[in-house]
């Protein structure tokens, strides 16, 4: 069982991929090279279809022909998207997140931070139009008019997911309260609410699994099939709070469910400011789906190419 780590170094500013066998813990590490001298380099989110891979960094997506010859992986860069106002925002020019494959109109929905927009764009490159939250989410729109001015965005846009039919939108920090919401996007709704900045929000069949990051908890709703589903009170919790102390802080970014488990993506904290990194290495915890029990942690400590990544996105291949 392997996957596909797209990776922002921060470190050194560089990006690549990390191949890890989820059994033996085995990695492989493949830097890749930008073209465009903006700031800020490293990947965010991915997602791969039909031999390709498609991944964002904070000002532009770039898809890779995906070849495996003799256990070694190449990576092929096929184009790169870059749009002039993606370069605006703070310190993560316009802090594109993740990409989500839209099956129904074959199509890469984009969660664009710093913009509070979903753009939409053509795998073979094309930018083909945005949908600004506050116009289809009253909810967003009220945002507006209260917005907190140290806040760089309304929302902070950070993942997408879409099941029977649906569109649904994670939304990690509304106007820097520290508070997120999952808004559905065809309603404007938000069908799930007060949560500790969520992070990734995943369909598995009828079960709908979500990081709370500042939390280090996971919610599981089941039952699933509907909008409406998400009406009924209750949903489980998975507390992975023991797992962290003083100096082992993580972001909860990247999920991966299967039917028995669920694979978690721990991020190395990182503060912009300090360089000097003490806190443990990025990891991925394997986690029983039934018992909630913590089965196994893979770290991932990167090297000299790659150094101290991050992680996004956990992409089974």
Not at 91 to 110: K, V, W, Y
Not at 221 to 241: C, H, M, P, V
Not at 259 to 285: A, M
Request: proline share 4%; net charge negative; glycine share 6%.
């Amino acid at each position: 069982m392997r996957i596909i780590l797209p990776v922002d170094s921060r470190v050194k500013n560089t990006q690549g991929f990390i191949l890890v066998n989820l059994i033996s813990g085995d990695q492989q590490e493949y830097p890749t090279q930008e073209s465009f001298p903006f700031s800020r380099r490293g990947f965010r989110g991915g997602v791969i279809h039909d031999g390709c891979i498609y991944v964002c960094n904070s000002f532009s997506v770039k898809a890779y022909r995906v070849e495996n010859s003799a256990d070694k992986f190449n990576f092929f860069e096929i184009w790169q998207l870059q749009q002039p106002e993606w370069l605006l925002g703070k310190a993560a020019n316009a802090d594109l997140h993740a990409l989500h494959f839209d099956t129904s109109r074959n199509i890469l929905l984009l969660a664009n931070s710093f913009m509070d927009s979903l753009d939409e764009i053509s795998l073979d490159g094309r930018f083909l139009g945005r949908k600004f939250l506050w116009e289809t989410s009253d909810r967003v729109l009220d945002l507006v008019k209260v917005r907190n001015p140290n806040a760089p965005d309304l929302c902070h846009f950070n993942h997408i997911s879409m099941a029977f039919g649906q569109t649904f939108l994670t939304l990690g920090n509304l106007n820097a309260s520290g508070k997120g919401a999952v808004l559905h996007l065809e309603t404007g709704r938000f069908v799930i609410e007060n949560l500790d900045r969520p992070h990734d929000g995943v369909f598995w069949n009828d079960e709908f699994w979500i990081t709370e990051t500042s939390a280090y908890k996971l919610r599981l709703y089941s039952n699933i099939s509907k909008i409406e589903d998400f009406q009924r009170e209750g949903y489980r919790t998975i507390d992975l709070s023991s797992h962290v102390n003083e100096t082992d802080k993580f972001w909860c970014r990247g999920l991966y469910v299967t039917d028995t488990k669920v694979f978690v993506g721990c991020s190395q904290f990182q503060d912009r400011l300090n360089e000097e990194l003490q806190t443990p290495p990025s990891h991925i915890l394997e986690i029983d789906k039934k018992s909630g029990n913590v089965l196994k942690k893979i770290n991932i400590p990167g090297s000299t190419i790659i150094q101290q990544p991050v992680l996004y996105s956990l992409l089974p291949y």
